[in-house]
């Protein structure tokens, strides 16, 4: 049998490469666009929806969940609240105004991580936002902004006492 044949033969015969079959994410969300302030369903009709999560979290972001997920799941996701986080005035921020044109909500959730007392929880809509601030003045923040002032306060005393 000639080369070119064999190659021919040998190009038809398992010699294509092979190409990893994708992994199925059911939170990954459709493959079709979506509005942001609606749900929607995975392949197994779950419904999803997502919802922001900003400020003192270990990880930022928008995150794909399921309708009836609280701030327990919410927080998880996110990687927990970081130890200068202000879990008494933590803000959620509804996309759309509710039925009472109310459109942000401050939770306590100081009662969840103390006591898991859920009581404060609030329903998450598609696309809320939740916002965890960050606590008052800690000793952290005093010494962080006192390192970005004093070389400013030595330059100054510098040119002032040549000034003289």
């Known amino acids: 049998m000639p080369l070119s044949v064999r190659a021919d033969i040998a190009s038809m015969v398992g010699n294509e490469p092979t ?20 749900y ?12 922001n999560i900003l400020g ?3 990880r930022q972001g928008q995150f794909i969940v399921r309708e009836n997920a609280d701030f327990a799941t919410i927080l998880a996701l996110s990687g927990g ?10 803000l959620v921020i509804r996309h759309e105004p509710d039925d ?8 306590n959730l100081k009662a969840f991580y103390k006591k898991g007392d859920r009581s404060s929880f609030i329903a998450l ?7 965890i601030p960050e606590k008052g003045i800690s000793l952290a923040k005093i010494s962080q902004y006192s390192s ?17």
Do not use: C, H
């Open 56 to 58: 003192q979290v270990a």
């Open 100 to 107: 009472n044109g109310k459109q942000a909500y401050v939770v």
């Open 125 to 131: 809509k598609p696309n809320d936002t939740i916002v």
């Open 81 to 90: 609240p970081v130890k200068e986080a202000n879990l008494k005035k933590v």
């Open 19 to 38: 190409v990893a079959a994708p992994t199925y994410n059911p939170l990954s969300g459709p493959s079709y666009p979506i509005a942001q302030n609606s």
């Open 40 to 51: 929607f369903t995975d392949d197994s009709g779950n419904i999803l929806m997502f919802v």
């Open 148 to 164: 970005i002032i004093s070389p400013f306060i030595y330059w100054y005393y510098i040119i002032d006492r040549n000034n003289n």
